[in-house]
């Protein structure tokens, strides 16, 4: 049976020695009372509610999945409905929440943290408190005082839960071409009519209220994405007093029939003139949804990061029990049978691969939430902003970069199994599975590539990309001249210095060609991707070997896994340099009726 334990030691080594938070939260008058013994404490707790509460009902949901009524209404899996509960009880969605709607204004660092050993727990489950938590922040920061009043209090509490509809039947990134209309009521508000799909957490049983944040067009929008506006459109009419009313003409019209995630309704929602009220200013819709757009985004990072430490749990877990052959070297068990398969090498290279990227992720992610809090609450309005590009920067990266390594660490943890692997009762077919749809919704990850290279990169002539090459930059002019550091930052350097001359190629055949972006996007992201992972082993391999009189077997592990990062991870990026320099002209050379 599967199993998981939160990854605390690993998470603290991020946190405290890594990042030094506790530093950067004391230059934060919002968090200067945030000291290291309280983030331990909310990171225990957090594990402990994600283990002993969430994990259990994992396989129950995969499973069980969601069940439509005849009325349209949803109902989760067992006790899906009893844990969430338990979660609004405890005070959890109020986290990182504004204290001025019920929050307890932790940071955005800690909510990463929560987020992520409930994805390990249980992806489908955490899906509905997440989507609420990216409702409450577009809601925040573009909702109007009525909207705020109405909304934020309930959503923080957890009481309600939110939802973000996009994708239409006949269009999924290109929010264009989306035919939701708005039709403006006397009263103010408007009636929304239109179909939206693939809708996670459309309907559901767990709170008493769905707040669902719609794209639609009003009657004089312009053609295109300039002409969409987001409303506020409840699941139930809400009174003058807050209390919760009649039906709003919304309904789940089905549930997706989905290859994983099967714990998360994930529904076709229908509005025939639904009441809802505009979310910022009109037409002016994606720049307001992008606020929750840009949390999912990270979010399905930590989606990602949690499968893919929960993956490699169970991999090394069985690696260590299960007997196959001998060892290449002569016996390692002679007391049994055959040895244990960790002993043979690819199976090492397998479970390091998913160490590494589980490792590496953490350390990124949670890099970017500290950035986050700081963009957010600096005093200095100049650290605001270098802080909230770098942010911008490295957004399509966590979701790219993590859900394409967790694909991989999930389907090499099958692997390790064997034909366990391919068999349900053991849990690794439904990582797998579950892995899959990180790397499609919330904008593809080849959407994330492009958004990368052609906005973030060379939409301001690299201007973002050199700010943050002076941060690996001066990193290797500190650490290059110890001896001992030179097998991290003689690599550090080689990938720096290409990934500059690769931008700059790529940017002069961009200024001939466009379709030089997209032909070199995808292997373009992931040769950053090693860039920032290469940069952050290092970083950690330096405190590792600081650590290194003292003979914690934690500091060599981090050792070792840097090694085997830099040995068998990093060296992937000769092959896509290769492949971005190759251009656009063998992709784009057959005519489309040739296929």
């Known amino acids: 049976m599967p199993q998981y334990n939160p990854p605390l030691r690993d998470i603290q080594f991020v946190i405290h020695e890594l990042l030094d938070a506790g530093k950067e939260f004391s230059k934060l008058p919002a968090y200067q009372d945030v000291d290291k013994d309280t983030m331990n404490q909310i990171i225990e707790e957090a594990g402990k509610f994600a283990s002993e509460i969430a994990f259990p009902l994992n396989q129950v949901g995969d499973q069980e999945g969601c069940t439509r009524h005849d009325d349209g209404s949803v109902t989760t899996p067992s006790g899906f409905k009893q844990a969430y509960e338990q979660y609004v009880a405890g005070g959890w969605p109020a986290l990182s929440c504004d204290p001025e709607y019920g929050g307890q204004g932790l940071p955005q660092l800690l909510n990463t943290v929560l987020y992520e050993t409930l994805n390990s727990a ?71 009519t239109g179909t939206k799909i693939f809708i996670s957490s459309g309907d559901h049983d767990l709170s008493e209220n769905i707040v669902h944040l719609v794209l639609a067009r009003l009657p004089d929008s312009p053609i295109g994405s300039k002409g969409i506006s987001l409303f506020a459109v409840p699941k139930f009419q809400i009174g003058s007093d807050g209390s919760v009313g009649k039906p709003n003409a919304l ?31 009109p037409h002016k819709g994606l720049n307001a949804m992008f606020v929750m757009m840009n949390a999912a985004r ?33 016996a390692k068990a002679p007391e049994k049978a055959a040895d244990p398969i960790i002993v043979h090498p ?48 490295l957004t399509p ?13 999930t389907n090499e943890g099958m692997q390790v199994f064997g034909g366990h692997g391919y068999i349900a009762e053991w849990g690794m077919e439904q990582y797998v599975r579950d892995a899959r749809i990180n790397m499609i919704y919330e904008g ?12 973030k990169v060379l939409g301001d002539m690299g201007k973002k990309l050199t700010k943050f090459g002076k941060i690996i930059e001066k990193f290797i002019e500190d650490e290059g001249v110890r001896k001992e550091m030179q097998e991290f930052i003689d690599p550090l350097s080689d990938i720096a210095v290409k990934v500059e001359k690769l931008t700059k190629e790529i940017g002069m055949k961009a200024m001939m060609n466009h379709e030089e972006v997209g032909a070199a996007a995808v292997p373009y992201l992931r040769v950053v991707g090693h860039l920032i992972y290469s940069y952050l082993f290092a970083r950690m391999a330096k405190i590792a070997l600081t650590n290194k009189s003292s003979n914690d077997p934690f500091y060599q592990a981090k050792l070792a896994t840097a090694r085997f990062y830099f040995d068998k991870l990093l060296p992937e990026t000769a092959m896509l340099i290769r492949q971005a320099r190759a251009g656009s002209k063998s992709l784009m050379a057959m005519p489309a009726e040739f296929f």
């Open 122 to 192: 249980n992806q489908s489950w955490t899906m509905y408190p997440g989507l609420s938590h990216g409702a409450y922040e577009c809601l925040h920061a573009h909702g109007t005082d009525d909207q705020k009043k109405t909304y934020l209090e309930k959503l923080v509490s957890g009481q309600w839960t939110g939802t973000m509809c996009l994708t239409e039947p006949h269009c999924g990134t290109d929010l264009g071409l989306l035919k939701t209309k708005a039709e403006p009521q006397a009263d103010g508000t408007y009636a929304i």
């Open 346 to 393: 690819d199976v090492r290279r397998m479970l390091l691969t998913q160490r590494a990227y589980a490792e590496a992720g953490r350390a990124f992610s949670y890099w970017v939430a500290l950035m986050i809090d700081i963009e957010l609450n600096h005093p200095d309005e100049s650290v605001r902003k270098e802080t909230g590009e770098m942010v911008a920067l």
């Open 397 to 409: 990266i966590i979701k790219a970069f993590l859900t394409d390594n967790a694909f991989v660490a």
């Open 444 to 455: 593809t990850n080849t959407i994330q590539s492009l958004d990368l290279l052609g906005r």
């Open 251 to 281: 309904s789940c019209g089905s549930l997706e029939h989905k290859m994983g995630i099967h714990g998360n309704a994930t529904c076709v929602m229908n509005f025939d003139g639904a009441i809802g009220t505009l979310v910022g200013e």
């Open 298 to 330: 990270l979010g399905v990072g930590m989606q990602s990061l949690g499968l893919t430490e929960v993956a490699y749990q169970n991999s090394v877990a069985y690696a260590k029990e299960r007997l196959q052959m001998r060892s290449l070297t002569g």
